[in-house]
């Protein structure tokens, strides 16, 4: 998947996503997703590949490979409503990113981390771990897991100025009140669309407004 300027993503601007993709979380992810393109970076999960031969762990570890950077969401630890038991992925693909950066290769000896959870602290009691860990809190909010994101990302070396969290939030708002249209053009209908669907309009719309930083 290309960034917004055509380029091929490279390990340093790629950005994995280790998150829930249900429809409870879905208002978090897209703003996210957004987010990424609109520092000029590019969002890899397992939702981008649509291969059924191909073993979804293998999937996985191959996106963490070739990200140097990544974001992890640990904040679905209640017990699902048909098993009652929670959902371990998401600590586990966690696990997998901070292994390779500790026993990888130089390249992935790289590698940064940034945790998201509801609460900041909320993790020291079922995952105590990973303190030390950038760890933020988006409380649940698009909004505050968009200033996040942006406010990791501008603690990292620079790539060139990033437009602000109120910035980034303002055109995202503009573009979740396009997107219908957007779709209605295609068409294609709002259920019907995938990761990829979804990434493509994000940055053919970014790219299309007026303000884009060189980076």
Same mark, same amino acid.
Request: hydrophobic share 55%.
């Given at each position: 998947m290309p960034d917004l300027n055509g380029r091929a993503a490279t390990s340093d601007t790629s950005i994995f996503f280790n998150c829930p993709f249900d429809?409870?979380?879905?208002?978090?992810?897209?703003?996210?997703?957004?987010a990424t393109f609109d520092c000029g970076y590019v969002p890899r999960c397992a939702l981008e590949v649509d291969d059924a031969g191909q073993v979804r762990i293998e999937k996985i570890l191959a996106i963490i490979r070739g990200c140097?950077?990544?974001v992890h969401d640990i904040s679905r630890t209640e017990p699902d409503p048909v098993n009652?038991?929670? &959902?371990?992925?998401? $600590?586990?693909? %966690?696990?997998?990113?901070?292994?390779?950066a500790r026993f990888g290769g130089r390249d992935q000896r790289r590698k940064v981390c940034l945790i998201l959870d509801r609460e900041r602290y909320?993790?020291?009691k079922f995952i105590s771990d990973i303190a030390g860990q950038d760890i933020a809190a988006h409380q649940d909010d698009p909004e505050q897991a968009?200033?996040?994101?942006r406010s990791w990302l501008s603690a990292l070396p620079a790539r060139g100025a990033l437009p602000g969290g109120t910035a980034i939030i303002r055109r995202y708002q503009l573009? &979740?009140?396009?997107? $219908?249209?957007? %779709?209605?053009?295609?068409?294609?209908?709002p259920a019907e669309m995938t990761f990829a669907d979804y990434a493509n309009h994000v940055s053919e719309w970014l790219l299309a407004q007026p303000?884009?930083?060189t980076r």
């Open positions: 429809e409870a979380y879905k208002s978090l992810f897209e703003a996210l997703v957004f140097r950077l990544g009652a038991l929670p &959902r371990f992925n998401m $600590p586990f693909e %966690l696990g997998l990113f901070v292994g390779a909320r993790f020291q968009i200033k996040a994101l573009f &979740r009140a396009q997107l $219908p249209s957007i %779709l209605a053009r295609v068409p294609l209908e303000r884009r930083a």
